[in-house]
């Protein structure tokens, strides 16, 4: 399940209910929060009669580099919050996914943000090894 917009980790053993909370904490150790949460299953239920696999969509953010990057670029809170996504996979174990920061930076174009840039996209790889 390799994309360049994202990084991607298989979790064989663990399950939906087991993988969220690890996200979360492995995030906090970052210095990252979840702003928003959409249960993908939930709202495809309710809105379209849809049953569809146990799916997550979180909304990161580390307060002190997204004040960085908006006091860089007003624009950059389009790519904000840093998205992270938890799904059960189809084995009974479950997938997690975080976006990928150096492919968001690149729509901004601005080569001065590239340090911000590689600060992101390292605080979160690095939650996700620890997930």
Same mark, same amino acid.
């Given at each position: 399940?390799?994309?360049?917009?994202?990084? $991607?980790?298989?979790?064989?053993?663990?399950?939906?209910?087991?993988?969220?909370?690890?996200?979360? @904490?492995? +995030?906090?150790?970052?210095?990252? !929060?979840?702003? $928003?949460?959409?249960?993908?299953?939930?709202?495809?239920?309710?809105?379209?009669?849809? =049953?569809?696999?146990?799916?997550?969509? +979180?909304?990161?953010?580390?307060?002190?580099?997204? %004040?960085? #990057?908006?006091?860089?670029?007003?624009?950059?809170?389009?790519?904000?919050?840093? &998205?992270?996504?938890?799904? =059960? =996979?189809? %084995? !009974?174990?479950?997938?997690? #996914?975080? $976006? &990928?920061?150096?492919?968001?930076?690149?729509?901004?174009?601005?080569?001065?943000?590239?340090?911000?840039?590689? @600060?992101?996209?390292?605080?979160?790889?690095?939650? +996700? =090894?620890?997930?």
């Amino acid at each position: 399940m390799a994309t360049n917009y994202g990084y $991607t980790k298989q979790l064989e053993n663990v399950d939906y209910d087991q993988a969220l909370p690890r996200v979360v @904490e492995a +995030l906090k150790s970052e210095g990252f !929060g979840v702003l $928003t949460e959409i249960d993908v299953k939930e709202t495809l239920k309710k809105k379209i009669d849809v =049953d569809f696999r146990r799916y997550k969509i +979180l909304g990161a953010c580390n307060p002190a580099l997204a %004040h960085q #990057a908006l006091s860089q670029e007003a624009l950059i809170g389009l790519l904000l919050p840093c &998205n992270v996504v938890v799904f =059960d =996979d189809d %084995h !009974g174990g479950s997938v997690v #996914a975080f $976006t &990928n920061a150096l492919e968001r930076f690149k729509l901004v174009d601005r080569p001065e943000m590239q340090g911000l840039a590689d @600060e992101v996209d390292a605080k979160l790889r690095r939650a +996700l =090894d620890r997930v």
